[in-house]
């Protein structure tokens, strides 16, 4: 059974700073990895997808990477910004199937 | 107005009660899903289906039962809802079964208690 972890589960940062999200895998069989954003008391919203065959994609100050040898994959939010506060999560997409971490809880200090 | 809905957004119930939260999208998305959120879990999956008539268990299905006779519904049935199901609820619906992207609904807060 496939296993995503994402470390830290918290992370406080003042603005500006340019951060890393960690998410990790046991299976690297996949189809594809994606990112997930999602605000209090809200659904989900798609950040970014890398399919297997990619090793990155990116939208705006974000930067998504994807090393399926390591099991590993890491979102960059550059310049972040107190808009920007809100739960990180990955999924791990198999056939058919989402896995999801827990996610990652970033505030972003004015 | 387009995209997937859910309803209805808040329910309690007492243990032992049927419910049903239903689930709507406007895309004819051929996959739907759904999920139950909880602290310390993440998103876990409970049944997803490949189409009308087509569904499938995923990994937390026990206590849960689905229906899909069309395309753009998806209800998740409690047949004897219990405390351990209160959790928020997700329902997603997808256009492949390769995982393009998913899109998530607003979500279900129940209470059981």
């Known amino acids: 059974k496939q296993e995503v972890t994402q470390i830290p589960a918290a992370l406080s940062v003042p603005e500006g700073e340019n951060l890393v999200l960690n998410c990790s895998f046991t299976?690297?069989?996949?189809?594809?990895l994606q990112w997930f954003r999602q605000d209090p008391g809200k659904g989900l919203t798609s950040l970014l997808l890398?399919?297997?065959?990619?090793r990155e994609q990116t939208s705006g100050r974000l930067n998504a990477s994807l090393d399926k040898s390591s099991g590993r994959s890491t979102l960059y939010i550059a310049a972040s910004q107190p808009g920007d506060s809100a739960t990180y999560l990955c999924?791990?997409?198999?056939?058919?199937?989402?896995?999801f971490g827990s996610g990652t809880k970033l505030n972003v200090k004015p | 107005d387009a995209g997937i809905t859910q309803s209805p957004r808040y329910k309690i119930t007492e243990t032992g009660r049927q419910v049903t939260l239903m689930c709507h999208q406007t895309w004819s998305h051929s996959y739907m899903f759904w999920y139950r959120q909880d602290l310390g879990h993440g998103l876990r999956l409970i049944y997803y289906s490949a189409a009308a008539d087509i569904t499938d268990k995923g990994e937390v299905p026990d206590g849960y039962v689905v229906s899909r006779s069309k395309t753009e519904n998806f209800p998740l049935t409690l047949e004897s809802a219990t405390r351990s199901q209160t959790s928020v609820y997700f329902c997603?619906?997808?256009?492949?079964?390769?995982?393009?992207?998913?899109?998530f609904g607003p979500g279900t807060r129940l209470l059981v208690l």
């Open positions: 890398i399919q297997s065959s990619q």
């Open positions: 997603a619906s997808s256009d492949s079964g390769k995982q393009e992207t998913q899109y």
């Open positions: 999924a791990v997409g198999g056939f058919n199937k989402f896995y």
């Open positions: 299976d690297s069989a996949i189809y594809n």
